[in-house]
């Protein structure tokens, strides 16, 4: 049965919309309304406020004490592989202790031991204890005292379960026509169906990652790459889109998605352990670091392990350590595994690489700004250079806190400056077929798409099978794009046209980088090549490059 539909909603006009309720988003707004606080903001959120990848961030928040800053420089430095950005790198690494004080200040009680004084871990390539932490659930913790501050501000209206579709830019009359304006979004709303148009002053992306391009992502159900997908339509350059971190060890289970198990574990003295012989198989790999190497040695390790045996996953055994320390250190992982039966003090714990960290994303510099005039990109949805080739552990809080902050600042001025439309701008107005049929079909492309990424262009890749994933890719596109232009728009819909782009853009990267660096492993280029080369392009680069 089919019928035909109206989706337009309503109009709505603010100084400043804000894509995203991670920890930048949420950073931003509170540190923008100490600055002005007259200002007037929408807070967009696709699900409940709280889903988002900050807040499934067991580990904690990398920071460095003063006399630390330059090695916290050169453990992130290293881990890049030779990608980072010194000058982005500087400027957030030095923010860390500020960032602590700060956070603290919102109400985020970090461990502290019985001398009150704040507690300190260690992950796969910092070279001392530098992870501030709550339990094993610190983004749960940082989340919900920066949201219970934002729910509090009069300036602030919130809309959850709204998913942004398209920005709406305009050319600027004394602007050249490659750059546009960002003047807004159009946006779905759930409950009703109906697109809204929203007019900003501003347009702050902080939508996070797009792990779920892959089979296996520790990232909630909302990562699917919407912030750089929308910008790069929109005109702006993306970058390091070939540099997906995976997270060595997701909890592998028939019926619990997205555990991750966190690096934490490793950190505090974990072993990986072989199904097939129980030999600790790091010092193949790795010899001097074993399972502290960084993740993308480990994540690589442990999918040859798993190639090359009769089983699916490998084993994290942690159980040498004390059952009380156990459950006081890492509480929810060992309350949720037990749900399931598995006692990590004496059972070891069934693991396997999963998309956890999108390395790359909308050029930008350290407050956010864009290529194109009132776009402000943030958090894991920029691409700052900060994490080069290979994000070191823990880094993203930081990064997402710091942005947030400066990028408020260095908004201000364009908040205050009238908007003036250059054009009337048009309401959503389409009459679409619903064909529940075609919709049901078409949602197995989800399935489709990410096995078919994992397995051609995940942790080892070819040219032969980048290019055979690309045909893949570009023949779903065609559909999903003719599906798009044809029939209702769902958040199912925007979520796969978005993420079906994102695989493109990684395809193509991955295909251009023709060596290995950091999270980027070409089984047919291993080497690295002398100079390294930074992977920028703007929308259709990659057809002037002549690429497919």
Not at 41 to 58: F, V
Not at 466 to 486: C, H, P, S
Request: charged share 20%.
């Amino acid at each position: 049965m089919q019928k035909m539909i109206s989706q337009q909603g309503q109009r709505y006009q603010f100084d400043v919309l804000v894509i995203g309720s991670g920890i930048a988003g949420l950073s931003y707004i509170l540190e923008l309304v100490k600055l002005h606080p007259e200002v007037r903001i929408a807070l967009l959120s696709k699900g409940p406020l709280n889903q988002s990848n900050s807040y499934y961030a067991q580990g904690g928040i990398a920071a460095a004490m003063p006399d630390d800053v330059s090695q916290h420089i050169s453990d992130t430095m290293a881990a890049g592989d030779g990608l980072c950005n010194l000058q982005a790198v500087t400027a957030i690494l030095e923010q860390g202790s500020a960032s602590i004080d700060y956070l603290s200040e919102q109400g985020v009680f970090f461990d502290r031991d019985e001398n009150n004084t704040l507690l300190r871990g260690i992950e796969a390539g910092h070279a001392i204890r530098r992870i501030y932490r709550v339990g094993d659930q610190t983004g749960a913790a940082i989340i919900n005292a920066l949201l219970l501050q934002v729910k509090q501000l009069p300036q602030v209206t919130l809309f959850e379960c709204h998913s942004a579709i398209n920005l709406i830019t305009q050319i600027e009359s004394h602007q050249p026509a490659q750059f546009p304006e960002v003047i807004g979004a159009y946006v779905l709303g759930e409950q009703l169906g109906l697109i809204h148009t929203f007019l900003a002053n501003a347009v702050i992306l902080a939508t996070g990652g797009a792990g779920k391009v892959y089979r296996y992502t520790s990232n909630p159900n909302v990562a699917t790459g919407d912030g750089v997908a929308m910008a790069y339509r929109a005109g702006a350059r993306v970058g390091g889109l070939e540099f997906y971190q995976f997270h060595p060890t997701l909890f592998y289970h028939p019926k619990i998605n997205n555990f991750l198990i966190s690096e934490a574990l490793r950190g505090e003295g974990a072993y990986l352990r072989s199904p097939e012989t129980g030999e600790r198989f790091m010092k193949k790999y790795a010899p001097q670091k074993m399972e502290l190497a960084t993740r993308d040695v480990v994540a690589r390790a442990i999918f040859t392990e798993i190639e090359q045996s009769h089983y699916d996953y490998v084993y994290l055994d942690i159980r040498h350590l004390d059952k009380t320390f156990l459950q006081n250190r890492f509480p929810m992982i060992y309350r949720t595994l037990l749900e399931v039966g598995l006692d990590i003090s004496c059972d070891m714990i069934p693991v396997v690489p999963a998309a956890h960290y999108m390395g790359g994303g909308v050029l930008t510099d350290v407050s956010g700004k864009t290529d194109l005039t009132r776009l402000f990109v943030i958090g894991e949805t920029a691409f700052t250079g900060f994490h080069g080739a290979n994000r070191l552990a823990s880094n993203s809080l930081l990064e997402g806190t710091v942005m947030g902050r400066r990028a408020a600042e260095s908004s201000l001025a364009i908040i205050k400056a009238p908007l003036t439309l250059q054009r009337s701008i048009s309401d959503w107005d389409s009459t679409s077929v619903v064909d529940l049929r075609r919709a049901s079909q078409l949602s197995v492309h989800w399935r489709g798409l990410r096995g078919e990424m994992s397995s051609y262009a995940g942790i080892v890749r070819t040219e032969a099978g980048l290019r055979d994933q690309l045909k893949l890719v570009l023949t779903r596109r065609d559909m999903i794009e003719e599906y798009y232009w044809k029939y209702v728009v769902t958040r199912d819909l925007i979520e796969l046209r978005n993420i079906i782009l994102i695989a493109e853009l990684i395809v193509r990267s991955a295909l251009n980088r023709c060596e290995s660096r950091g999270g980027h492993y070409r089984e047919d280029f291993k080497n690295k090549l002398t100079h390294a080369q930074e992977s920028i392009v703007r929308a259709n680069e990659f057809s002037r490059m002549g690429m497919p």
